[in-house]
């Protein structure tokens, strides 16, 4: 087993939650209805919604690729059975992936009232 890549995100929740505001579809642009179903049953979706965006740009640095590589919603961020977070990829970010040598990610979300972060480790 071996490291492929480690990627980290920062987002501050206020200018994520701006940008939604400002941008009636920019939730449904950027995550699966499933992501959105799991944000919006919280009496405020924002944190939760912005450390999954947190996991997708900290996919794509583990990948050592910038924004465009692909499209934010080849990277899923899915729940096992006991809540913790999984990586799930589609289309172009499964192809990245695979090209690389990812069989496997490590995912860790969290967030506080003003910041949401993310690490993604790449293993193959």
Known sequence: MNIVGVG??????????????????LSERLF??????YAFRHRDPAPRLAARFGA???VMKALGVGL????????EVVRKRGGAP??????KAAVLADER???TWHLSLTHTDSMAMAVAIAVG
């Not at 980290?8 to 701006?18: G, K, N, Q």
């Not at 590589?69 to 990277?75: E, I, N, P, W």
């Not at 999984?86 to 289309?91: D, E, I, S």
């Open 8 to 25: 980290t995100d920062l987002v501050e929740i206020e200018r994520f939650r701006l940008a939604m505001t400002r941008r009636a579809h």
């Open 32 to 37: 699966s209805d499933d992501e959105r179903a």
């Open 56 to 58: 997708k740009e900290a």
């Open 68 to 75: 465009g590589a692909f499209k934010l919603r080849d990277v």
């Open 86 to 91: 999984v990586v799930a990829l589609y289309g």
């Open 101 to 103: 040598g990812v069989s």
